[in-house]
Nanobody, 129 residues
């Protein structure tokens, strides 16, 4: 049984930065890919960033160049550094863990929510203009 707990959300002005963290309990973290998703009341949950077992990173077009995902297998932690935040980044952010997967993943695999078997409870990020 995997449990994911996010932290680091909050209120920030446009142009500012936040760092989200997600700690995974249970087994299998180092054998899984990890992803960050976000959701607003008006939109369905969408892919933000993913990282595979090799450390390869993948981003949605809307955050590429502003956000950076990283992982620390020794601490069972995945992080999302968010810079140059914009009001349209406001959302609840969720981390997610895939089942055991190949060492190298694809964008198609990481952005598909069906690849993930565990989800965190979410953390609110609000960016004011």
């Amino acid at each position: 049984q995997v449990e994911l707990v996010e932290s680091g959300g909050g209120l920030v002005q446009a142009g500012g930065s936040l760092r989200l963290s997600c700690v995974a309990s249970g087994r299998g973290f180092s054998e899984a890919a990890m992803g960050w998703f976000r959701q607003t009341p008006e939109q369905e949950r969408e892919f933000v960033a993913g990282i595979d077992r090799s450390g390869g990173t993948f981003y949605s077009a809307s955050v590429k160049g502003r956000f950076a995902i990283s992982r620390d297998n020794a601490k069972n932690t995945v992080s999302l550094q968010m810079n140059s935040l914009r009001p349209d980044d406001t959302a609840v952010y969720y981390c997610a863990q895939t089942r055991r997967t190949a060492y190298f993943a694809t964008m198609h695999y990481l952005e598909d929510q069906r690849s993930y078997v565990a989800w965190g409870q979410g953390t609110q990020v609000t960016v004011s203009s």
